[in-house]
């Protein structure tokens, strides 16, 4: 017989079955025959290898986290696989390990039973954010709402919703289906005042649309009349920046009609200008000419020769004409000048021949000669007198006297 008594779990019999020791004795696992005995034993040696290697990869799944159930699933897979194994090895210990992975599994049970929950709890708090972020979005005064940004803003809502329902837990149905009810009223409310702000947005567009075809036919007819139908086309301009707006597309290519419309009477405007210009051209020489021949006038100091001469030079220069625009100031400072002078002339004319300046002068002049000759007597005393002092304060106050008396009569 060929016992293999070294292999301490298992040996061949001479028939070539092979046993496997265990706690309650040998257990015959099979034959492998045309084998030696150790080719056989090493057979089911490596039957235990495969055995022991699923039991520690399960333990190494449990290590990481798995699946509760599944870890189950393959607990009790490994117990029925280790009920009566055909392989040779250390059994015992397999399902001694296995035996501890089923008490872990009670426990992975409970603490995944408790993380499900915390995040569950967390899903639906999310989800509730984001009810509330549309319900809120869903409150406000349609007629204040920037829809493109709302309508971005629910969209995005709607789409962190999918997402978060794709990828994450889980969520009681009864909690689920109350707030996709709330999220989906949100939604509808929104879409339903957003249908309706558009709806009379389209038929405000509409309004301004016509009011502006008309504004546009009334500027085109305006073109026979050329530069005079400016005036028209102005008040046009005002009545189309009241119109309101008629969409993007509309108001674009009828705006482009109305200023066609405009540059018509502006072009035939600019024509007359710029023959007028030419005309002002030949006023400018003129007026320039006029006014070096009014220059002396600066020089004239008799106010009624100068108010006539400049009399002249204003019927002549106003009979001239306009001048280029760009030259209007210069031209008309220069008269400007001229007219200045004359009229300063005037003023000092009627500065020293007012009336009642007149008399106020002549009543002070006389009480100041009668003042200065009632001085000259006190001086020639004073000197006769020899009185340094008194002949000092007399003619001080004589020479005073005299100073405002020249500036009375000047």
């Known amino acids: ?80 696989a280790l009920t009566e194994p055909s392989a040779v090895g250390d059994l015992e210990s397999l399902r001694t390990r296995v035996g501890a992975l089923d008490t872990t599994v009670v426990e992975l049970t409970q603490q995944q039973s408790a993380e499900a929950q915390a995040a569950q709890a967390e899903a639906v708090e999310y989800r509730t954010t984001l009810v509330v972020e549309a ?74 649309r016509s009011r502006k075809q008309s504004l546009v036919e009334q500027a ?34 009828l705006w482009a009609r109305f200023k ?36 002396p006038i600066l020089q004239i100091t008799d106010r009624t020769a100068a108010r006539d001469a400049l009399i002249s030079v204003q019927q002549r220069f106003d009979a001239i004409g306009r001048v280029p625009r760009d030259q209007v100031r210069p031209v008309e400072d220069r008269l400007r000048a001229i007219e200045n002078h004359v009229r300063k002339l005037d003023d000092d004319f009627w500065q020293k021949n007012n009336p009642e300046r007149k008399a106020r002068s002549e009543g002070l002049a006389g009480q100041l000669e009668s003042a200065i000759a009632k001085l000259e007597i006190e001086l020639a005393e004073a000197q006769s007198a020899g009185d340094t002092r008194a002949i000092k304060d007399a003619q001080e106050a004589l020479d005073a006297r005299r100073i405002w008396l020249d500036a009375l009569g000047s």
């Open 1 to 80: 017989m060929a016992d293999n008594d070294s292999a301490p779990w298992g040996r061949v019999d001479d028939d070539g079955t092979v046993y496997v020791r265990e706690a309650e004795g040998e257990r015959a696992v099979g034959q492998y025959p045309d084998a030696t005995p150790e080719e056989a034993l090493a057979y089911y040696q490596r039957k235990y290898t495969e055995l022991a290697g699923q039991v520690t990869l399960l333990e190494q799944r449990v290590k990481r986290g798995a699946s509760a159930s599944d870890v189950s699933k393959a607990v009790a897979h490994l117990r029925e």
């Open 135 to 208: 319900e809120t979005l869903a409150a406000q005064d349609p007629a204040r709402v920037q829809w493109k940004q709302v309508t971005a803003q629910i969209d995005d809502i709607f789409a962190r919703w999918q997402k978060h329902q794709q990828e994450g837990p889980r969520i009681p149905k009864g909690e689920g289906n109350e707030l996709w009810k709330r999220f989906r009223a949100a939604r509808s409310t929104i879409d339903t005042h957003r249908k309706a702000f558009y709806a009379e947005l389209d038929a405000v567009h509409r309004d301004a």
């Open 220 to 253: 085109e007819a305006l073109a026979p009349r050329g530069a005079d139908g400016i005036p028209t086309y102005r008040a046009l301009l005002d009545d189309w920046k009241r119109a309101g707006r008629a969409g993007k597309k509309y108001d674009d290519a």
């Open 260 to 295: 066609a419309a405009g540059d018509v009477l502006y072009s035939a405007k600019g024509a007359i200008v710029a023959q007028d210009e030419v005309e002002y051209t030949d006023n400018l020489v003129a007026k320039n000419a006029l006014l070096d021949e009014a220059a």
